[in-house]
């Protein structure tokens, strides 16, 4: 397999569908867990996503991880950065916390040899945009900046569009991408919940392809990096970040659809972020509506509920 260390993208045969599964039990773990979903591709967070302390992986951890993901039949793992992560913020303490825990991620990213790391772009917290893009930039690039050998592209995700979060827009998008400056490290992860959530119409393939091309203007290589593939629970235009299961929700499987078959045709990573319930059948489920989105055979290890 080969990798382009710029664009984090892997080459190899299975499709590039996958999950977000948890790393309980070890790091290494996350291989059977993918496989037994289909998985193609898997996202995790790298420790706990709601507290601020966590080490790197020690070396054990990271050979067993090595050793599990040699053994199995996809590589692609992205990590999803924290949610308490903020890099726009107006507070020293909470932008100093930022900034030691996005290094921490990058550097336990490349450890693990991550094909990207998913941050959320931070909130101006009811203060102004324009200023809180340029904190999160110039704090990004400073973060960037420290580690000057790091490997893995930081993928900032399109956010649903509330209060203050950033990142909604494709102007704002740009206008962050721009001040940070770092093209060859930095891409985007797009999430078809946020983009409905935002207000984006996605009821036709011409409109979706259009926003999308807005979404990658400053990208090399005019693509996203990364798709979040979820339904959405609350109406176009609502702002709320609150995802469902494909076909569950108010974007439905028809819009779903000319995203999915867009991003298979580029080859194009996707992960579910869907609601999981009991038991995997939901994860199993949401697995068989993505393949079947894409117009590809549905594994047989995933084609019934247990
Ligand atoms: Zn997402
Ligand atoms: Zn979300």
């Not at 721009?178 to 409109?207: E, K, N, V, Y």
């Not at 990364?226 to 108010?250: M, T, V």
């Not at 949401?286 to 995933?302: F, W």
Request: hydrophobic residues 40%; negative net charge; charged residues 20%.
């Amino acid at each position: 397999m080969t990798k382009d260390s710029t664009l984090g993208r892997t080459g190899g045969a299975s499709p590039r569908f996958g999950l977000h599964v948890s790393v309980a039990g070890g790091l290494d773990r996350i291989f059977a867990r993918g496989e037994a979903l289909a998985c193609g591709t898997v996202q995790i967070f790298s420790h706990s996503s709601r507290s601020w302390d966590f080490s790197l992986p020690d070396p054990d951890a990271v050979s067993a991880y090595s050793r599990a993901r040699s053994a199995s039949s996809f590589s692609d793992v992205f990590i999803h950065a924290s949610y308490l992560i903020n890099m726009a913020s107006d507070d020293p303490a909470i932008a100093g916390r930022s900034i030691e825990t996005l290094e921490k991620e990058l550097a336990t990213a490349d450890l693990l040899g991550a094909n990207g790391l998913v941050l959320h772009p931070g909130s101006a917290r009811g203060g102004e945009r324009s200023g809180a893009v340029l904190r999160a930039a110039s704090r990004i690039r400073e973060v960037l900046d420290r580690l000057p050998q790091g490997r893995t592209p930081l993928l900032l995700e399109n956010t649903a569009g509330a209060g203050s979060m950033l990142g909604a827009t494709p102007e704002e998008m740009s206008s962050l991408y721009s001040a940070i400056d770092r093209p060859l490290r930095t891409g985007l992860c797009l999430d078809s919940c946020h983009l409905f959530a935002s207000g984006f119409d996605l009821s036709d393939s011409a409109s979706c392809r259009e926003i999308v091309s807005r979404f990658c203007q400053n990208i090399p290589g005019g693509q996203p990096s990364l798709w979040h593939i979820n339904d959405a629970l609350f109406p176009r235009g609502s702002g709320k970040d609150r995802h469902a299961g494909l076909g569950e929700g108010h974007i439905g499987l028809d819009a779903l659809g000319h995203l999915v078959s867009a991003a298979a045709a580029a080859g194009l990573p996707m992960i579910l972020e869907t609601p999981k319930g009991e038991g995997e059948a939901a994860d199993r489920l949401n697995m068989r509506r993505l393949y079947s989105l894409a117009g590809l055979p549905v594994p047989e290890r995933i084609s019934s509920d247990v």
